[in-house]
DNA sequence: TGGGGTACTAACAAAAGTGTAAGTAATGGG
DNA sequence: CCCATTACTTACACTTTTGTTAGTACCCCA
């Protein structure tokens, strides 16, 4: 959330990048836990905690950050109910849903080539 | 390359994830130039300073490390001519090929869903 | 002898990404 | 009043990724 220095090469090469549709879209799913949380929310709507027991090791912190940038980029649907103890609950939007099968091939692809490789 | 530190949750984590398929594929093309430098390869053999120019602002140093790291993970082929100057060819493996229409929906997908949102 | 061309490499520095540890608000139940 | 529960937030530290700058080897050609 932080503003963006505007410094050197760094920026000015990531504006570049973005021009390009591939990698916008990669972008979006990239980092250490999107496509984990999104393949999860497949499956249908998730409370936060329900979300954090299918990863052994995450963080609430990096689970936060997670979702908040997927919700930013219009991948997640946040609703918050007004109870107490609190319950939220995350779902795909149409958008994310339309990675479905696209992810498919790309497991596909690594579960293939994975075995060739390794 | 550098020996990797086996402290803590980051390496746990990372092995962790790498069990997925899905995320296994999409680490091969993550960071900042990887789709890129693939998709120019999609068009033939290139050499270094050819690559070099298709990217205004690429380093050197950066182009080299992403074409080793996609060696390294079979998806480029290098191949050197003891000539000097130096000539050095990079190409495509079919394993990196296979992408071609992942990417293509993927492109789609960053088109479609670009405009929408932002 | 000295520069030009190509594909690098090395040492360092900045930036982003990820993890650690502790704390918060709100309310119902004992 | 105190504690448990849930979904966070904050401040800090570590790790990886990306960029900066300068330099290398090699041989040909002038």
């Known amino acids: 959330m932080g503003a963006r220095k505007q410094s ?34 497949e499956k249908g709507k998730m409370r936060f905690g329900e ?7 995450i963080t609430e912190r990096m689970l936060t950050l997670q979702l908040r940038a997927l919700e930013q980029d219009g991948l997640v649907k946040r609703t918050v109910y007004a109870e107490v103890p609190p319950r939220v609950e995350y779902e795909l939007t149409e958008m994310a849903a339309a990675f479905g099968p696209i992810f498919q091939q790309l497991s596909e692809w690594g579960g293939k080539h994975r075995k060739l490789f390794n």
Do not use: H, M, Q
């Not at 504006?15 to 990669?26: N, P, S």
């Not at 979300?51 to 090791?57: A, R, S, T």
């Open 51 to 57: 979300l954090k027991k299918e990863f052994p090791y």
């Open 8 to 41: 050197s090469t760094y920026t000015s090469n990531e504006k570049y990048i973005v021009e390009c549709d591939l990698t916008y879209a990669v972008n979006k799913i990239g980092g250490r836990w999107k496509i984990l949380i999104i393949s999860k929310l």
